[in-house]
């Protein structure tokens, strides 16, 4: 797969998945960049805007196998990895998956769990494998996770652990539509959800494909000092505990090789880098001022940041040629 067939495919999942997502072009891009990065998505809204539903969409578009896991208080960490049954006729354990080993899980309301239970997720989210009685048992491919928290509901809920949050290659929010949107959504459900004909439109074999393809898309030098710089700056500021980890670096150069494919180019511009470092990078502060230890303002802070960054102009070309 070349990069023009690469982009008609992800075009033709994008119409898909907007079909069922409406008015929301953003954040359909986004959520699509996360998973042909191979990374896990955090979505952070309010209810009823479509947070599940985007999920759905996206697993329906490319024939992944789907799960969805509503976090509770009781909820255990064998219901979302498994457990080990004995088997009385065999006389041996027996493994059961849980609803974790599918290629796209949802995880509702992932902050309403007990941080014990929440720990059941790094491992997988991290390594793609989980370890269930010592023995270790690999993920699907490809694994992601979407997960969906309420940002602005706060009683019975546990705050997610840097750890976690820090494993999320992006974080979105869908927000309301507009009033010819919402107006769209409600006659187009009147009868029957659009999610109940979403057919596939690209293979895992193509998601692959395409995953592999992104990793060769060219980053000059100058443009991977300017992510390093922009990382290294969040550690750096006195409103925030904690900056953006290397893992933060790693995911704004590959999500920015995605912006690139997505825009049909084989090199990845500076504009990129800033662009889609909104997305990537405040999920993972932690403010000094507020007791929930989450930056409210995180845009704000990235335009800060970004203000006092040099943007790497008048050199030579991106499009190839010596690091």
């Known amino acids: 797969m070349d990069l023009a067939q690469a982009h008609e495919k992800v075009l033709a999942l994008r119409d ?48 992944a196998t789907f799960h969805r896991i509503q976090f509770t208080p009781d909820l255990l960490p064998s219901d979302v990895t498994g457990v080990s049954i004995y088997n009385q006729k065999t006389a041996e354990f027996e493994f059961q998956p849980g609803p974790l080993f599918a290629n796209i899980v949802l995880i509702d309301e992932i902050n309403r769990t007990t941080p014990r239970t929440q720990s059941s997720l790094l491992e997988a989210m991290e390594e793609r494998q989980v370890t269930i009685d010592g023995l270790t048992r690999d993920l699907p491919k490809p694994f992601i996770v979407v997960a969906t928290q309420n940002p602005i509901e706060f009683y019975g809920t546990y705050p997610l652990p840097e750890g976690q949050r820090d494993r999320f290659m992006i974080s979105v929010g869908l927000g309301y539509p507009s009033f010819e949107t919402e107006l769209e959504i409600t006659l187009d459900q009147m009868k029957q959800h659009p999610i109940e004909n979403l057919k596939p439109v690209l293979t895992l074999e193509d998601v692959g494909e395409i995953q592999e393809l992104i990793k060769s898309i060219y980053v000059k030098r100058e443009i991977l000092d300017y992510a390093v710089s922009i990382v290294q700056a969040t550690r750096e500021q006195e ?13 704004l150069v590959r999500t920015a090789q995605a912006c690139a494919m997505l825009d049909r180019r084989e090199y990845v511009l500076p504009d990129d880098i800033k662009q889609i470092s909104y997305s990537v990078l405040p999920h993972r502060f932690i403010s000094r001022e507020r007791t929930s230890r989450r930056l409210r303002n995180g845009s704000g802070l990235m335009d800060e940041i970004l203000e006092t960054i040099p943007v790497p102009i008048g050199r030579s070309e991106y499009r190839g040629g010596e690091n």
């Not at 947070?51 to 578009?61: E, G, N, V």
């Open 239 to 251: 409103s925030l505990i904690l900056g953006a980890s290397p893992r933060g670096t790693l995911a």
């Open 16 to 63: 898909n998945v907007q079909s069922v997502i409406k008015g929301k072009t953003e954040t359909v891009d986004l959520a699509i960049t996360a998973l042909l990065c191979n990374g896990h998505l955090l979505i952070e809204d309010v209810p009823g805007v479509g947070k599940t539903m985007l999920a759905r969409a996206l697993a329906k578009s490319i024939d």
